[in-house]
C-alpha cells in the first residue's frame, strides 16, 4: 500500500500563494505519474497539474502561468506553488500518485486525503 500525506492548505486572499506538498509512502516498488487534483463544490473533481517521474509536466489552462508543479524523487514527494489565486481556485485539492507497490504487480493510482484551499477576501 501507499500513503499519501498532504500538507499546506489553507485559506488566503486573492493574489495570494500556497504551496501544497504531498509525500508517499509505504511499501512503494516505483512511483510514476504525480499530480494534482481538485473539487469544488458542485463541480467535477478536475486535473491541476500533473508531472512524470521524468520531469514532465502538464497543467489544465485554467492554471497556467499560475501554478507549478514539481516533485522530489528522493523524497517521493510532490508539490503544487499557487500564485496570483483566484476565488476560483477554491476547492479540495487532492494528491494522487500511480504507483507500484512492493510484492504486486499492480500499477495503481493512490489518492491523499484532500486539503482545502480557500481563496477568499
Known amino acids: 500500500q501507499v500513503q499519501l500525506v498532504e500538507s499546506g492548505g489553507g485559506l488566503v486572499q486573492p493574489g495570494g500563494s500556497l504551496r501544497l506538498s504531498c509525500a508517499a509512502s509505504?511499501?512503494?516498488?516505483?512511483?510514476?505519474?504525480m499530480g494534482w487534483y481538485r473539487q469544488a463544490p458542485g463541480n467535477q473533481r478536475e486535473l491541476v497539474a500533473t508531472?512524470?517521474?521524468?520531469?514532465?509536466?502538464n497543467y489544465a489552462e485554467s492554471v497556467k502561468g499560475r501554478f507549478t508543479i514539481s516533485r522530489d524523487n528522493t523524497k517521493n514527494t510532490v508539490y503544487l506553488q499557487m500564485n496570483s489565486l483566484k476565488p476560483e481556485d477554491t476547492a479540495v485539492y487532492y494528491c494522487?500518485?500511480?504507483?507500484?507497490?512492493?510484492?504486486?504487480?499492480?500499477?495503481?493510482?493512490?489518492w491523499g486525503q484532500g486539503t482545502q484551499v480557500t481563496v477568499s477576501s
Open positions: 509505504g511499501s512503494i516498488f516505483m512511483i510514476y505519474t
Open positions: 494522487n500518485t500511480r504507483a507500484r507497490a512492493h510484492g504486486s504487480i499492480w500499477e495503481v493510482n493512490y
Open positions: 508531472i512524470t517521474s521524468g520531469g514532465l509536466s
